[in-house]
């Protein structure tokens, strides 16, 4: 059978160019509401002690600290998708060994862990956890150390459900380092409501 005596049927009738099948699109399942942004910073404990691979980075060795991402949702909850996360060292030469970094998200503040102690994942902290976004190795921008996912290729589409408003994080070491002292890192997260 040829292709020109192949007649289609929409409901009975044949369908032509004066009677074509009808096509519904649908209505997009979300929508951007908003765009978010917030960072947080945290200084170095004063010391050069070597990170090893997927080690907390922290304030303290003795207490550790959360990074409090306030305002990065809607203040009465919802879902926001993390679309970019860029991490910016105030050092002025990459350390051996640096690599990507983590940053573990929760719905509220987690159990801190302290600086250059393994990551873990407390029983009491499981349903606060929404997973993690990782940041691609920093790059030497002369006097100060930066790393995006946009601009260095590394896209990120996390959704997650913030309660409050405010995620909250602990920032982990992929690779094995010896940091600065002292050295103020700042985490910067980008986000659409949906």
């Known amino acids: 059978m040829g292709l020109a005596s192949v007649k289609l049927q929409q409901d009975g009738v044949l369908v032509s160019g004066s009677n074509p099948v009808p096509v519904a699109i649908a209505a997009p399942t979300s929508t951007i509401t908003a765009g978010y942004s917030s960072s947080a910073f945290k200084t170095r404990p004063n010391d050069t002690n070597a990170y090893a691979a997927l080690d907390v980075v922290s304030e303290s060795a003795s207490a550790g600290t959360v990074w409090t991402f306030a305002s990065i949702g809607p203040s009465g909850g919802g879902n926001i998708i993390i679309d970019n996360i860029s991490i910016r060292f105030d050092v002025s030469a990459i350390p051996s060994g640096l690599a990507a970094f983590r940053l573990h998200l929760y719905s509220t503040s987690p159990t801190a862990i302290n600086d250059n102690a393994a990551f873990d994942l407390p029983s009491g902290d499981r349903a606060k956890y929404l997973g993690y976004v990782e940041t691609p190795t920093p790059l030497d921008l002369g ?37 600065t002292a002292e050295a103020v890192y700042t985490v910067k997260l980008h986000a659409v409501g949906v």
Not at 143 to 151: G, K, M, Q, R
């Open 143 to 179: 006097a100060t150390l930066w790393a995006s996912t946009e601009e260095q290729g590394f896209p990120v589409r996390k959704q997650v459900t913030v309660a409050s408003g405010s995620l909250y994080g602990i920032l982990q070491t992929v690779g094995a380092y010896t940091p």
